[in-house]
Structure formats: structure tokens, C-alpha cells
């Protein structure tokens, strides 16, 4: 696969979180992984299988209402091997309260996606982000009590 192949697959992956969990040729979105693909999300773990990676994303798909992620704004690195990266923003509305990247600038809606795709499956995607969409957590970190 080219660089530009392996992207169309992770592009197709985050449009299918902004739609329900639907690819564009109405597919599950679980129909994009290879059967042993592993999935890390922050605070939940390391989802490996299709069966595994369906419960992590149930789990934080009934979380939230809606996410949009901002196509435009992707930072792509691209290495020419089965190993790829996107850096971007979203937006949307968690159980908790809604969320925009940069709103506040310390709060959740920016995130970085390590992808492993091959064969025009994924492989591995590790996510990178703050799951605490809503900005709750700030008791802790007292950098954000002025703020």
C-alpha cells in the first residue's frame, strides 16, 4: 500500500466516528480492522480483536452524543512503512457537557491517532487524548485553578 492508500483508511475510520459508526459505503466501522487488531484508548486500555475493540467503543461511544473532527486543520506524518500518524481537533458533545478543541486552550478536543494499516486493514490505532471531554477533572492539576 501507498502512503496515500494507508490514509484513505484512517480517513475513513474518523469519518466514520462523525457518522455514528458508519463508513461512507455504510459499513460497521469494526468492518476497517484486521480481525487481531489492537486499539488503546486513554483510561479504558488495550482492546485487542474485533470483540474487544466493539466493547471499547461501545463503552465510549455511549458517552458521547456527537464528535466532529476537523478534517481541514490534520497534521499527517506519513513514513512510507505500514506506520502513520494524524494530529487534528474535534468538537462535539460528551454526556458531561460539550467540548471544542482550544476552548479553553488546556481542554479536551485535540488528539493524536498512531495508526498501523496494512492490507486495507487497521491494524493497530493507539489513541492519544484528555477523555475527560467535559474539563471536570481540574481539582487535580492546580495549574488550572485560576483558569
Known amino acids: 500500500m501507498t502512503d496515500e492508500q494507508r490514509k484513505s483508511v484512517a480517513l475513513e475510520y474518523l469519518k466514520g466516528f462523525d457518522n455514528g459508526g458508519v463508513t461512507s459505503d455504510g459499513s460497521p466501522l469494526l468492518d476497517l480492522f484486521a480481525d487481531d487488531a489492537q486499539v488503546y484508548f486513554p483510561k479504558w486500555g488495550l482492546a485487542t480483536g474485533k470483540d474487544e475493540i466493539a466493547r471499547l467503543f461501545g463503552d465510549v461511544g455511549a458517552t458521547i452524543t456527537s464528535i466532529r473532527h476537523h478534517y481541514a486543520g490534520f497534521n499527517w506524518i506519513l513514513t ?58 481540574t481539582a487535580r492539576y492546580p495549574w488550572l485553578a485560576d483558569g
Not at 481537533?89 to 479536551?108: M, Q
Open 80 to 137: 512510507g512503512t505500514d506506520t502513520l500518524v494524524c494530529e487534528g481537533t474535534s468538537h462535539g458533545e460528551h454526556r458531561d457537557g460539550p467540548w471544542r478543541a482550544g476552548v479553553p486552550e488546556w481542554g479536551a478536543g485535540r488528539w493524536c491517532d498512531v495508526f498501523e494499516i496494512r492490507d486495507w486493514r487497521i491494524q493497530r490505532v493507539f489513541i492519544y487524548l484528555d477523555p475527560d471531554y467535559a474539563g471536570a477533572d
